[in-house]
């Protein structure tokens, strides 16, 4: 599987960006995917996932401000990311796996395949 993360860039505070994650390989309906987020000297943060394009989860961070959904035509997931926040300002990556217990999917180390990142930087 082969993931490639877009649509990062610079907003304000209180604004929207929509990422992309584009995957070659596999359906993403046959799999889990995951964005996480990570800013220097931090371990990498869990932000949303959905498995099989249809059941979603999200971080308490971002719940009720960022929409997880997969595009099984396009073979994407995208992150839309409503009221930003200067906080939200990161790398974010896209990964995915074929199969991830629900109590792990937060977990980065479960994760096999991964996209480059994409960096949203909120301004304040």
């Known amino acids: 599987v082969q993931l490639q993360a877009s649509g990062g860039g610079l907003v304000q505070t209180g604004g929207s960006l929509r990422l992309s994650c584009a995957a070659s390989?596999?359906?993403?309906?046959?799999?889990?995917i995951a964005w996480f987020r990570q800013t220097p000297g931090k371990e990498r943060e869990f932000v949303a996932a959905?498995?099989?394009?249809?059941?979603?989860h999200y971080s308490a961070s971002v719940k009720g401000r960022f929409t997880i959904s997969g595009d099984n035509a396009k073979n994407t997931v995208d992150l839309q990311m409503n009221t930003l926040k200067p906080e939200d300002t990161a790398v974010y990556y896209c990964?995915?796996?074929?199969?991830?217990?629900?109590?792990?999917?937060?977990?980065?180390?479960?994760?096999?395949?991964w996209g480059q990142g994409t960096l949203v930087t909120v301004s304040s």
């Open positions: 390989g596999r359906m993403v309906r046959n799999l889990v």
């Open positions: 990964a995915a796996d074929s199969q991830i217990i629900l109590s792990s999917i937060s977990n980065p180390d479960q994760y096999d395949y």
């Open positions: 959905v498995r099989r394009s249809s059941t979603t």
